[in-house]
């Protein structure tokens, strides 16, 4: 074959597979463009993830570091030059711009602070720049300060609802630490109820058994150690079945310990609901209650039986007693939040639940004077909503 021929034979391969190649790429083109959408599609998606990722840099408030990085994407969102962020102490971040713009947003978010919608002010490097309030709580507590020449109508009407976006983002956040201060309130309120009641009887039975049976008294000490130990933990708004368990049986063997062959304990628990994750003193204060309040009064005590019941996509817990019981009334004002010092646990309980669940995941009680107190709560095997 000669030399011409196998040079023809090579330039039309790499033609051909030049060809297919074009090919390729021009399909993975259009495939591409279907895939992304419209041009308006390809907007509002840009739009809405540029808000995202701003969004959670807010959180923290406007004086948090997190902020210089939110100004990024608002910049880009508003599609300016420079852009401030400013709170009542002035400029917290700037993304874009010189020295002269920091010192104009200065001047720009102090108007801003008085102002009552958005304003055009002029900077001395010939750029204009759009002020608007950010406005948490009905007063002024921040301003965005966009800089652009010319600014066009357009970005004076965005920058107005950025701000007021902005605002939102800042009220969120401080909502967010609002329920997780309260969420920790609820936590030292059960633990309080805890400490008094329960430690001083404990610290009794254990110095009963001191003398006459000193290995007893050693046990209960370490039971002791456990219960406290997991009861006032510092870290975790959740915990297990099998954790909440394990400081229950602590619980009751001191318990038991004060009360001999008065108290009697039953439990069903189903192995596929260890590791159900629950929030962290859920069950426990359930226990103490039928312990203090259905079974102490008993001159012959009674028996309690906790069950967790595997329910599919559902855990079910129920503390049952059979004590002196509660007026089905005054069950009913507990849970609707009724003032009441004696059942503290129960009530807060059932507010975590819903907070964390909702309204249909709320503690549900079955009793009445003279018949005992039976408990129920349910909950997703799902990991829960953050508090």
Not at 54 to 79: F, I, M, N, Q, W
Not at 221 to 234: C, G, I
Not at 306 to 332: C, H, M, N, Q, Y
Request: some cysteine; aromatic content about 4%.
């Amino acid at each position: 074959m000669s030399e011409s021929v196998v040079i023809a034979i090579v330039a039309g391969v790499v033609v051909g597979l030049a060809s297919v190649a074009v090919l390729l790429v021009a399909r993975r083109l259009v495939l591409g463009s279907r895939e992304l959408g419209t041009d308006a599609e390809q907007a509002t998606y840009t739009t809405l993830h540029l808000a995202s990722r701003a969004a959670t840099h807010l959180r923290g408030g406007l004086d948090s570091p997190e902020v210089a990085r939110a100004a990024k994407h608002l910049r880009a969102l508003l599609g300016c030059t420079t852009l401030a962020i400013a709170d009542e102490n002035g400029v917290v971040a700037i993304d874009g711009g010189t020295e002269e713009h920091a010192a104009t947003a200065e001047r720009c978010a102090a108007a801003a602070l008085v102002a009552s919608r958005p304003e055009i002010m002029r900077s001395p490097d010939g750029f204009d720049a759009v002020v608007a309030p950010i406005r948490s709580g009905g007063r002024p507590v921040g301003a965005i300060v966009a800089f652009e020449s010319p600014v066009r109508a357009g970005l004076v009407r965005a920058t107005g609802e950025v701000a007021e976006w902005v605002a939102a983002q800042v009220d969120l956040g401080e909502l967010d630490a609002s329920r997780a201060a309260l969420a920790e309130a609820e936590v030292r309120a059960l633990r309080a109820q805890i400490s008094p009641h329960f430690i001083y009887n404990a610290l009794n039975a254990i110095a009963s058994f001191i003398n006459t049976d000193p290995a007893k008294a050693r046990e209960l000490v370490l039971e002791f150690a456990d219960f406290t130990r997991y009861s006032f933990r510092r870290h975790g708004d959740f915990t297990t079945v099998a954790e909440e368990l394990r400081s229950i049986h602590s619980y009751l063997q001191l318990e038991h310990a004060r009360f001999g062959e008065r108290l009697t304990v039953t439990l069903q628990v189903a192995p596929e609901v260890l590791s159900t994750v629950i929030p962290f003193l859920s069950v426990q204060p359930l226990v103490e209650n039928a312990v203090r309040h259905g079974l102490e009064a008993r001159e012959n005590g009674g028996t309690i039986t906790i069950i967790a019941r595997d329910l599919g996509s559902i855990t079910e817990i129920s503390v049952e007693d059979d004590g002196v019981g509660i007026d089905p009334e005054v069950a009913r004002s507990i849970l609707a939040g009724a003032p009441n010092a004696e059942h503290v646990g129960l009530r807060n309980v059932d507010a975590r639940l819903r907070q964390v669940y909702g309204e249909g995941h709320g503690l549900v009680v079955e009793t009445n004077v003279g018949s005992g107190t039976l408990v129920r709560l349910r909950v997703p095997k799902s990991q829960p909503r953050p508090v």
